[in-house]
């Protein structure tokens, strides 16, 4: 069964810009997110605060957050990799902030620079702190199928992961493929043992890309009730919109996207943005799934700032929605 509403978290001013070369104003991620509230989007990420030596384009995350005016039941995570990030995001005004983890030692280390361990100690910390401040918190984990340097990961570590967020007292778990790898098979048990019925070939893609006979959202959904997770699909091998039809079947009813498919992962080389929100919106719509979202709205976001980015429109149904 598929559920009824669907939550989106739209992660383009954060995710999607996180990566852009170029600086872009604060003045127009400001009105960016301002557009995205007036499309409906119930949840904004709007920014994180990372050391601006990591993350150049985010050194202006206050501002940011300041910047926007809080809107009554629309949410506005920060990402806060540390105490001093979390510090930084309560005297900004934050109301939510998410913690992210990874599944991969070694993207660990290239993204927050500490060993899994150690990143769990730190937000043992910040969760403990945001608790005392009654924030809600959202934890990512990230390379839940594979990790640009070590390859496959298996989705035991990626169920450890989300079970130590869960228990530290995060309310969701976002589920990221950071890399875009995934297939409906590698997502989902069900999935595999029917396409493994009548594929054989499959399987030597199956075993290539994730190492591993054990999907990964089941073996997390042992220690995370499927209303807490999350799906985080960036859309690199284009496979995104079907990694989240397999989520949605097995329960889940939380998706995160970006607008006009913005995006990437500074230490993930070569990844693409996440899956667009205008094609999610589309599917879901199509589906009979609500979202509260005004797809002519969230098209005008995306034009907005694919112009300011002088970038063509990364949804493929803005595109065509734009041609008639
Ligand atoms: P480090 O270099 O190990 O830490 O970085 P440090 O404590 O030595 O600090 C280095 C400098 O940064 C120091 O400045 C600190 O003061 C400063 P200096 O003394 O050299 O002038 N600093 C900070 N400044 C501002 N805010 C802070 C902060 N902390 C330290 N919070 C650190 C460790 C965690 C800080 C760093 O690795 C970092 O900021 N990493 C963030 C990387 C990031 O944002 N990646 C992208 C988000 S994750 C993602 O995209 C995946 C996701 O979308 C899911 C998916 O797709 O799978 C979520
Ligand atoms: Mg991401």
Redesign the pocket.
């Known amino acids: 069964d598929l559920p009824r509403f669907v939550k989106i978290v739209e992660?383009g001013a954060r995710?999607g810009l996180?990566n852009e070369k170029n600086n872009v104003p604060t003045s127009v991620k400001i009105q960016l997110i301002h557009k995205l509230v007036a499309a409906g989007l119930s949840v904004v990420e709007a920014t994180?605060?990372?050391?601006?030596?990591?993350?150049p384009q985010?050194a202006d995350a206050k501002d940011v957050l300041t910047g926007i005016p809080q809107v009554p039941n629309v949410r506005f995570p920060v990402?806060?990799?540390?105490l001093?990030?979390f510090e930084?995001a309560v005297a900004a005004g934050a109301k939510e902030i998410?913690v992210?983890a990874s599944a991969s030692e070694s993207f660990s280390k290239s993204?927050?620079?500490?060993t899994i361990e150690e990143s769990l100690v730190r937000y043992r910390d910040v969760t403990a702190a945001a608790k005392k401040h009654g924030l809600r918190i959202r934890g990512?984990?990230?390379?839940?199928i594979a990790c640009p340097v070590e390859g496959a990961i298996h989705p035991s570590k990626v169920a450890y992961v989300a079970k130590e967020l869960y228990n530290m007292g995060c309310s969701e778990i976002?589920l990221?493929?950071?890399i875009g790898v995934g297939t409906p098979g590698t997502i989902s048990e069900r999935v595999y043992m029917s396409l493994i019925s009548h594929r054989r070939s499959f399987v030597f893609i199956m075993s290539s890309v994730s190492g591993s006979v054990v999907p990964m959202l089941e073996a997390v959904m042992s220690f995370v009730p499927v209303d807490k997770i999350a799906v985080?699909f960036?859309d690199t091998y284009g496979q995104a919109l079907a990694n989240i039809l397999v989520s949605l079947q097995m329960g889940i009813s939380v998706v995160d996207s970006s607008v006009s498919g913005l995006g990437g992962?500074?230490?993930?080389k070569g990844a693409t943005g996440?899956v667009a929100t205008e094609d999610v919106v589309y599917m879901l719509h199509g589906l009979g799934i609500e979202t509260n979202v005004d797809i002519n709205k969230l098209m005008e976001a995306g034009d907005y700032i694919s112009d300011h980015l002088g970038r063509p429109l990364g949804s493929k149904t803005a595109t065509a929605l734009r041609k008639l």
């Open positions: 992660v995710d996180q994180s605060f990372v050391s601006p030596k990591w993350v985010l990402l806060t990799p540390n001093r990030g930084a998410a992210f993204n927050l620079n500490c990512y984990v990230s390379c839940v976002s990221g493929d950071t985080h960036h992962c500074p230490y993930a996440n």
